[in-house]
């Protein structure tokens, strides 16, 4: 065998073609791109209300809070639970099929 038929990797265009990656990539963008959209589409509605509302934004709910500061603090809760969703997502749907992918490449670079 020479060199470098041994240090030859796996074949990335054949892996990329297998349908563990269809489906690792179906299911990435199934969560990935509504999420995304979502989430841009709740921004924009804080950044509108901000311009356009100035009279609800500035509602009182208690003291010196207003529903403008409560919409601006719950973006930053909800960019953490888009991250503890997508953790969660992660390890039980894309997780054990990265790993067979991982398992095959590995065991066929061999």
Do not use: C
């Not at 020479?2 to 990797?9: A, C, K, V």
């Not at 609800?56 to 809760?77: A, D, P, R």
């Amino acid at each position: 065998m020479s060199t470098t038929e041994q240090t030859r990797g796996p074949d990335w265009s054949a892996v990329e073609q297998s349908a563990d990656f269809a489906v690792l990539r179906r299911r990435l963008r199934g969560f990935v791109f509504p999420m995304t959209a979502a989430f841009l589409v709740w921004y924009l509605l804080y950044v509108l209300l901000s311009d356009y509302a100035h009279g609800f934004m500035s509602t009182k709910v208690f003291g010196n809070i207003n529903i403008g500061l409560i919409f601006g603090l719950l973006q930053f809760v909800s960019t953490f639970v888009i991250t503890w969703l997508y953790v969660r997502y992660a390890n039980r749907k894309l997780d054990p099929i990265a790993d067979k992918i991982r398992a095959e490449i590995e065991g066929g670079a061999k």
